[in-house]
């Protein structure tokens, strides 16, 4: 890993730390209703959800000015995933960190977007969940190359993967039956969050001449325990609820 990629790394957490910070002096009390409606867990707070979403919210009504579609920065998303794929794949942690943590922000643009133009359509709302797993694919099966030759370590991404398409199955079925599923854990912005966290420390690490891939090990792990079982109790809470 070079070290560009190393300070890159640690830079993103202070980036993401300081646009938290003006946001939250900038407007202190304010509130989005679709964070509040899903709500925060252990693993990422409300108060953090809101903060962010400012800033989801003033660059979607920028990229509005400026002509973009939501389909179009869906598009740009899926590619910025794919390239933090090959940058995970590559051990490159500190770049794939941001084009995760951007392609991360163009999905919640997207639908930001789609709403201030009246909510947008069901071939949109599709295509966006659509790209959003091959995103998490992309980058799930980028570890897996980046871990080859350690079995138990490519079974741990795998594990990941299966918890985060289950929890987005759990929604889509609640969704089909017209029921409301359980908040649970480990949601779309929670694995991106945890991803581009551990991703970064990853890169950061080495420069106290510590092993950085361990900290992915270690989000690997909290994903795929609690986004499996997330996804167990919801389907279970799904079919009582049926």
């Known amino acids: 890993m070079s070290a560009f990629d190393a300070w890159a790394g640690l830079a993103l957490p202070v980036v993401c730390a300081l646009l938290v910070m003006v946001a939250a002096l900038s407007a202190p009390h304010e509130r989005h ?3 509040t409606r899903e709500g925060g867990t252990a693993f990422l707070g409300e108060n953090i959800m809101h903060r962010g979403y400012a800033w989801v919210d003033r660059l979607a009504r920028l990229a509005l000015r400026l002509g973009l579609g939501p389909n179009t920065v869906s598009w740009l998303s899926l590619l910025l995933g794919l390239a933090a794929g090959f940058g995970l794949a590559g051990g ?17 643009m997207d639908g930001a977007m789609a709403r201030r133009q009246g909510g947008g359509s069901r071939g949109g709302a599709v ?5 959003d797993r091959y995103v998490e694919f ?5 570890l897996v190359w980046f871990f080859r030759g350690t079995a138990a370590l490519q079974l741990l991404t795998l594990a990941a993967l299966l918890g985060s398409f289950m929890i987005t199955y759990s929604t889509a079925k609640a969704e089909a039956l017209q029921v409301t599923p359980p908040r649970g854990w480990m949601k779309r912005a929670e694995r991106i969050v945890w991803l581009v966290a551990g991703t970064a420390l990853a890169a950061a690490l080495p420069l106290g001449g510590y092993p950085g891939h361990l900290v992915l090990v270690g989000v690997l792990a909290v994903i795929a325990l609690f986004a499996n079982l997330s996804a167990i109790l919801r389907l279970h809470a799904l079919s009582r609820a049926a």
């Open 127 to 131: 295509l966006d969940s659509a790209l």
């Open 92 to 108: 490159h942690f500190g770049l794939a960190a941001w084009l995760l943590a951007l392609s991360g922000l163009g999905d919640g």
């Open 138 to 142: 992309f980058c799930f099966a980028g």
């Open 33 to 35: 209703a679709r964070v």
